[in-house]
């Protein structure tokens, strides 16, 4: 559904400091046809960037794809008859009602009147938007919004929809429900859905296969299980009295396959291939120096781990700098 080679965009900076930004630095992608892609990076990694020229609408500055069949840059027409796109943040008119916003965008696809009213129902009944028609869109609720959103991409039924940051800004339980939203759409419509994310347990969710973009580059594709295969072991925290943190840091050291040990406070960090098995093992040889264990949490490897052990940065520190800057 989407092969991308070299994908590349630069941005000249504006005003009197010039200079450029190398948003997206050689992107290579190979998306099937009915896969769920989650495209996973922190803030300014490039996910929109990369978004836009897939979806025709920002030129590359090298590199090539094809898109649902057609070439990106001979057939752009082509590839936007076949594909729908829900931008971040959306783009919905406050004032308009939702019937006529879906009836509205299906005549922008050169859908006859009729058709875009009829797909307008069909896709107000699979998105949980029915009732709501008549209702400016200003007064929806959030998750109400995001899936009016992706009601407008499908409304040419498109094989193959882009969602860019599809549940930002929703609460927990409209996120929930938005994605079983979008894998309801996948089973019962077998459209390809490409999306992009920097929420951790979103990608997890609801990928069959992740690709991570870190400044501008792939670092790693894989199931999301595959990819948490990759970082050996669990993490292990224990807590002891402060004073006695350096000899329980010895002890933690001579555990078999113990590795990345750090020491805060009272805190002693470290990996082990098995926490379950390090365990026991570690709370008798405290016990012989006489050390006393005050809390342990034992962490199996979370997709968070799979991007510190990528980048040597964790993607929620990466995304607050992001947030920052
Ligand atoms: N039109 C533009 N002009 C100049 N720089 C741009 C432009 N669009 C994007 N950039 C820069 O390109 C980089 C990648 O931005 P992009 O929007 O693709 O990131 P993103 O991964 O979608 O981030 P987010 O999670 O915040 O949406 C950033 O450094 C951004 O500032
Ligand atoms: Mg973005």
Redesign the pocket.
């Known amino acids: 559904m989407i092969t991308a080679r070299g994908l590349e965009r630069r ?1 000249r ?1 504006k005003g009197r400091t010039g200079g450029e ?1 190398h ?1 997206v630095r050689g992107v290579d992608l190979d998306v099937a046809a009915g896969e769920l892609v989650g495209f996973l ?10 978004l836009r020229m897939l979806t025709t609408l920002l030129k590359p500055t090298a590199g090539t794809a094809t898109v649902g069949g057609c070439d990106l840059l001979s057939d752009p027409l082509g590839v936007r008859r076949r594909i729908g796109y829900v931008a ?1 943040g959306g783009g919905t008119a406050p004032e308009r009602k939702v019937a006529d916003e879906l009836v509205l965008q299906g005549q922008l696809y050169r859908m006859s009147r009729a058709d875009a009213v009829a797909r307008g129902v069909e896709l107000a009944g699979q998105l949980d938007l029915a009732g709501l028609e008549q209702r400016p869109v200003k007064t929806l609720s959030g998750g109400q919004r995001r899936r009016l959103d992706i009601a407008l991409g499908l409304i040419h039924s498109p094989g193959l929809v882009f969602l860019d ?1 599809p549940s930002t800004g929703l609460d927990p339980q409209s996120r929930a429900n938005l994605w079983d939203h979008i894998r309801r759409l996948r089973a019962g419509q077998g459209i390809t859905v490409f999306l ?1 994310t ?1 929420y951790l347990d979103e990608a997890d969710a609801l990928s069959d296969r992740l690709i991570v ?1 870190d400044g501008g580059r792939i670092v790693a594709e894989g199931t999301p299980d595959a990819l948490k295969a990759r970082v050996n072991g669990d993490r292990v925290e224990v807590g002891v009295d402060p004073g006695q943190a350096t000899d329980a840091a010895g002890i933690a050291e001579r555990l078999p396959g113990a590795r990345e040990l750090s020491v805060e406070g009272g805190q002693v960090r470290f990996r082990v291939p098995r926490g379950d098995v390090a365990l026991p093992e570690l709370l008798r040889a405290l016990d012989a120096d006489g050390i006393a264990m005050r809390s342990v949490q034992v962490h199996r490897p979370t997709l968070d781990d799979v991007f510190l052990t990528l980048t040597g940065r964790s993607l929620r520190k990466a995304e607050e700098a ?1 947030h920052a800057a």
Request: glycine content about 20%; aromatic content about 4%; overall charge positive.
């Open positions: 941005f900076r930004v948003a990076g922190p803030n300014g990694a490039g996910k929109t960037t990369t971040q940051e992009t920097h973009i992001g």
